[in-house]
């Protein structure tokens, strides 16, 4: 039995992934969608990206609150790409896409200028060994890549529970100095005027379970 097929017998969310119309899987031709979002959508609404939001719950409720902007999903896991795409369904609405690739992966995804909002909420920090920092998400070659796909006065909003992450990330932007911070937070619940309970991820309503901060800023291009 050859390797792909041993894969899709362990796993059965592959060929759920593999099959659905709303999932571009980057082994297939999420590469080839450079170029062609607004072909995808129909329309030329202004793309919405979300990085790894755990299971959905968040990517689910801005489908809803804003039926004329595109939405998509980026996720490396099958079976959580495939679970958010159900959840994004039972909106009753098409304004999305899912693509199986790593976030990183986004000057292969998306032309110059075309993404309005990006969402990186509670990345994993790679912060057990010192050699895992290489693997964390926001590098400087993410960190200028995104800049160069997103539109001019639009934003980038991460959120992180871990604060070494945090800090460590505001210091790499700093470091480039592309991006504009508007608001830079600590305790994001307690300190960010317009926190929006109505629209918390899983991992948040974990932690302010625990009296967790969240640390939260928000780039502009």
Known sequence: MLSSEKNKKNNAYIQKVEDHPKIINQEVNAFEMHWKWSELFWNDNDIV?????WLGSFFASQIKEYPNKNFIWKDIRFKRIYNTVIKAEETWLDNFMLVKTK????????????LSLTYVFFPDPWAKKKSQIDNRLFSKKFIIDLYNKTKVWWKLIFKTDHLEYFNTTINLFKEIWLWKINIESRDYENEVENFDKQNMTEFEHI????KMKINYVEFEK
Do not use: C, H, P, S
């Open 49 to 53: 990206l979300e990085i790894w939001t």
């Open 207 to 210: 932690f302010r379970e625990y």
């Open 103 to 114: 976030g990183e992966n986004i000057d292969k995804v998306f032309n110059d200028g075309e």
